[in-house]
T-cell receptor, first 110, second 118 residues
Framework: DAKTTQPPSMDCAEGRAANLPCNHS???????VYWYRQIHSQGPQYIIH???NNETNEMASLIITEDRKSSTLILPHATLRDTAVYYC???????????FGTGTRLTIIP | GAGVSQSPRYKVAKRGQDVALRCDPI?????LFWYQQALGQGPEFLTY????????KSGLPSDRFFAERPEGSVSTLKIQRTQQEDSAVYLC????????????????FGEGSRLTVL
């Protein structure tokens, strides 16, 4: 059973903020939200993770709703190099085995 | 520093041949994972090692698939009598174990080995 639901594809103009949504309505109290991305012909790359507080790092921001049933990954100033498939994953912290879905294919348009 | 290295990057095999795919994890990483990624799909878990111990092989699709990590570093994924449905990218990932809240627990992936079975 899929634990997360993401739109299959999105476009975003270069330089604008890219907002990628993820629904995880069945998330349990000890599960974190992880985001990875996969650029063409490369392996997935970790972006960010969070439990219930909003998180920010050098790559992105993660906004998690108060009920934790959904979240949004924000790339504040998208560049062409951000074109990739973005995966939202819910997982117990410390459980390194990841279950990927089909993700969102984000295309940054010049 | 060096990341996860996989070889070969590309492999073409005739149906029925055996293949071996190699993974060199990041030095010192305890955990090692193999994933299979079919075209247009997300990666799917195959097997997991902690040091030399194979703790989970629930994702291996058949007994034709075998993985080993004899010295707790380099790992090999072997596929016997390859079939066309084995065509995919095989991804290897490694990580430290999560020890503290501040640890990300992230997996570091290699670029994968693309297997095409004719």
């Amino acid at each position: 059973d899929a634990k997360t639901t993401q739109p299959p594809s999105m476009d975003c103009a270069e330089g604008r903020a890219a907002n990628l949504p993820c629904n995880h309505s069945t998330i349990s109290g000890n599960e974190y939200v992880y985001w990875y991305r996969q650029i063409h012909s490369q392996g997935p790359q970790y972006i960010i993770h969070g439990l219930k507080n909003n998180e920010t790092n050098e790559m992105a921001s993660l906004i998690i709703t108060e009920d934790r049933k959904s979240s949004t990954l924000i790339l504040p100033h998208a560049t062409l190099r951000d074109t990739a498939v973005y995966y939202c994953i819910v997982n117990n912290f410390g459980n390194e085995k990841l279950t990927f879905g089909t993700g969102t294919r984000l295309t940054i348009i010049p | 520093g060096a990341g996860v290295s996989q070889s070969p990057r590309y492999k073409v095999a005739k149906r029925g041949q055996d293949v071996a795919l190699r993974c060199d994890p990041i030095s010192g990483h305890v955990s090692l994972f193999w994933y299979q990624q079919a075209l247009g799909q997300g990666p799917e878990f195959l097997t997991y090692f902690q040091n030399e111990a194979q703790l989970d092989k629930s994702g291996l699709p058949s007994d034709r698939f075998f993985a080993e990590r004899p010295e707790g570093s380099v790992s090999t994924l072997k596929i016997q009598r390859t079939q066309q449905e084995d065509s995919a990218v095989y991804l290897c990932a490694s990580s430290y174990p999560v020890l503290a809240e501040r640890d990300t627990g992230e997996l570091f992936f290699g670029e994968g080995s693309r297997l095409t079975v004719l």
